[in-house]
């Protein structure tokens, strides 16, 4: 019994619990043991990053006074104060709409006018239209136009003033004129060619805008013998100028000075426009061919005879071919530079690609220019031809190419002036 007590004694005093406190080991091994303290310490980086976020919420959120005095707005005032911003902002948002509407109809309008004619609205390109659509149709001609000529005896000198016009016609869709005279001095003898007539000199008068009797007062002159003065013819074009499209055509005046006493005095003639009519200043030689598989027509440049008085090797020729459906200009090429001569030899095939569609309706206008070698800004048009379907039927040619297919067919044009 003593040994049995001293034994739980020994038992029950403090070094002998921490004896068995530090036998005891925990069932797991070392890498547990660290993994452990690992997700341990990530779990507590989590939750002080959680609580870091929701800090700065609270203190972002949190208002600032604005000064000592606090003002506070009421749910009413600030609903009244957003509809009043809103309201702002619409009406702000209308007009900005109907400035881009009103911008929108004007160019809408610039570009109607622009398609009415053609798809460009180049000088070249305003040439090319403007024959095809004045044989078709023209406005109708009415008004005056009045003139004087007059011949310097001593100086050899030919004079024609462009004085005014009276009661033009006005477009249909702006009720308003823009007219201009172009002034065209016409010679048949002096060309060496039957039935041909020669340009010696062209001209222009101002623009006078938004005007029916508009007042012109240009003047021209060149130098003339009184043999040449005999054999001239005197023809004025009064033309609405359009910087959109084609310049439409008014009506002209034509006068043979060799029936005007000019040597005397001058001549002042006032007279009602006619009908504009145009001049054969030479001949293109022309081959069509259609080949309706490929879908492409090819046009043939092969000659070119104009009435010249002289040969100048200084001035050369060349061609521009217009492919033309429904007013509108589909394509076009231009053929090189060759020297002029009474008759040019171009010798050149100029391919286009078309719907079958197209080509069937479409209209070909052979422009010829003249130009001056080594100077810029010299072209002139001489003459223009014109085939294919119009409003008044089908031409020889093109219907020898129908009928002809896939073989070229050559027939001589009249260029007009």
């Known amino acids: ?6 034994l739980n004694r020994d038992m029950s005093s403090p070094g002998s619990f921490r004896l068995s406190f530090a036998s005891l080991r925990m069932p ?32 972002k959120r949190k208002p600032k006074p604005s000064g000592k005095v606090k003002s506070y707005q009421s ?60 044989a078709d149709a023209q406005m109708n001609i009415h008004g005056k136009l009045r003139f004087s000529v007059s011949y310097n005896r001593e100086q050899s000198q030919f004079a024609v003033t462009v004085l005014d016009a009276t009661d033009l016609p006005v477009r249909d869709f702006s009720q308003s004129t823009n007219p201009f005279v172009k002034v065209k001095l016409l010679s048949g003898l002096l060309s060496k060619q039957p039935n ?40 004025l074009e009064v033309r609405d100028f359009d910087r959109f499209s084609r310049h439409s055509v008014l009506g002209e005046l034509r006068t043979h000075l060799n029936n005007l006493n000019l040597l005397s005095h001058p001549v002042e003639i006032s007279e009602e ?22 879908q492409r027509i090819e046009v043939g440049l092969l000659k070119i005879k104009t009435a010249s008085l002289t040969s100048n090797q200084d001035k050369a020729l060349y061609a521009r071919v217009t492919i033309v459906c429904n007013q509108c200009r589909l394509k076009h090429q231009k053929t090189s530079l060759k020297s002029k001569w009474g008759i040019t030899v171009f ?71």
Not at 31 to 59: D, E, M, P
Not at 92 to 121: F, M, N
Not at 275 to 294: C, H
Request: aromatic share 8%.
């Open 75 to 134: 749910v009413d005032d600030k609903q009244a104060g957003n509809t009043i911003f809103e309201a702002a902002d619409k009406e702000s948002d209308i007009q900005k709409h109907d400035y881009k509407v009103q911008k929108l109809e004007d160019e809408i309008k610039k570009l109607s006018r622009c398609l009415s004619a053609t798809s460009s609205i180049s000088e070249q390109d305003s040439a090319d239209f403007q024959s095809i659509t004045e």
């Open 273 to 294: 426009l006619q009908k504009l009519n145009k001049d054969s200043v030479g001949e293109i030689l022309l081959s069509l061919k259609y080949l309706p598989t490929a």
């Open 347 to 417: 010798n050149e095939v100029l391919t286009f690609s078309l719907l079958d569609s197209n080509i069937r309706e479409c209209v070909i206008a052979v422009s010829v220019y003249e130009t001056i070698v080594h100077q810029k800004n010299s072209k002139r048009l001489i003459g223009q031809a014109i085939l294919g379907k119009r409003k008044a039927g089908e031409d020889e040619h093109w219907c020898l190419m129908m009928q002809s297919l896939r073989q070229p067919i050559a027939k001589w044009h009249s260029l007009l002036i």
């Open 196 to 235: 041909l007539q020669c340009v010696l000199q062209e001209w222009e008068t101002k623009t006078v805008k938004n005007s029916r009797n508009p007042v012109f007062g240009s003047q021209f002159s060149c130098p003339l013998t009184e043999k040449e003065l005999k054999t001239i013819t005197l023809k």
């Open 28 to 59: 797991f091994s070392d890498g547990v043991k660290y993994t452990l303290l690992g997700i341990s310490v990530s779990l507590f980086a989590i939750a002080a990053l959680i609580l870091t976020w929701q800090l700065y919420q609270y203190f």
């Open 1 to 6: 019994m003593m040994k049995l007590f001293i």
